[in-house]
């Protein structure tokens, strides 16, 4: 079994940044892609940034810019630095990755950290 376990959220005030971090174990093969999507109370979830096992990128246009994703493949781990933020970046964070298991390809998502950005 994958898990994967989220930290670096928190109150930080419009303008600031935050580097979200989302580290990957378990029985694990191989990573394909990872990404961060975001949801705020009554909202639906949206995908804020992704990263192929390649390198390749592509974001949310309201983040591009501001928000960068990368990840470390020997440390398993996704990171999103989040620069120049505003109220509106105020979500739940959650990571996730298609991980290549004995059991096959799941997508496999992270608990969820709170980010909140004050105007």
């Known amino acids: 079994q994958v898990q994967l376990v989220e930290s670096g959220g928190g109150l930080v005030q419009a303008g600031g940044s935050l580097r979200l971090s989302c580290a990957a174990s378990g029985s694990i093969s191989s990573i394909n892609a990872m990404g961060w999507y975001r949801q705020a109370p009554g909202k639906q979830r949206e995908l804020v940034a992704r990263?192929?096992?390649?390198?390749?990128?592509n974001y949310l246009d309201s983040v591009k810019g501001r928000f960068t994703i990368s990840r470390d493949n020997a440390k398993n781990t996704v990171y999103l630095q989040m620069n120049s933020l505003k109220p509106e970046d105020t979500a739940v964070y959650y990571c996730?990755?298609?991980?290549?298991?004995?059991?096959?390809?799941?997508?496999?998502w992270g608990q969820g950290t709170q980010v909140t950005v004050s105007s």
């Open positions: 996730n990755a298609d991980v290549l298991s004995t059991y096959g390809m799941t997508r496999t």
């Open positions: 990263i192929t096992s390649g390198g390749n990128t």
